[in-house]
């Protein structure tokens, strides 16, 4: 007997969730349908009633990745300009274990991308809506004064989105080095270039 919709979309979750923690621990070249059903104490075969190939097992996990981080992007802050720009690049470094494992997730897919052309752009769109929660934040800033009105918005957005991602990265391979105090600090040390004509 097929499974009820609810539990089979509840099914799916729990493969998302196995996919997510293989990724996490052993990145995306370990990422193998028996892998994921190893994690999930299931065979193959259950897997495969969901997810025919490794392809789409790997592009609903990212779908579920990206709604979730969505729903922490989106979520409603009670401050504007520098502070909820701060708030929003501190949402996306290793500053947490979970953070960490969501981190080793996304630095997976990314290599999944470079040979996929739709997932690639599914990634370029997600980092486009990133940078594109930032920008206002940069303009409230800029109209609130803590930025000097003759910055360019589009340099400040890129800049922030590269400098989180690279302590993504650092932080990922060199964790002694870039604990979550030293990111916060490299964060605010940026920031507070920002306000410097």
Known sequence: MPPA???HDARRRDV?????RVLADRGFGQLTLRAVAAEMGASTGMLTHYFPAKR???RYAHAVAEERTLAALYRELDVTGLAALRAYLLDVLSLTPEATAMNRVWVSFWDAAIG???LAATETARYERWRGKLRPHVV?????GEIPADRDVEDIVASAAALTHGLVVQALFDPDRFPPDRQTRLIDDYLRTL???
């Open 140 to 144: 409230a800033a800029i109209e609130q």
């Open 16 to 20: 998302s969730e196995a996919v997510w």
């Open 5 to 7: 919709p609810g539990d």
């Open 195 to 197: 306000t410097c004509p």
């Open 116 to 118: 996929d052309p739709e």
């Open 56 to 58: 789409d097992l790997v």
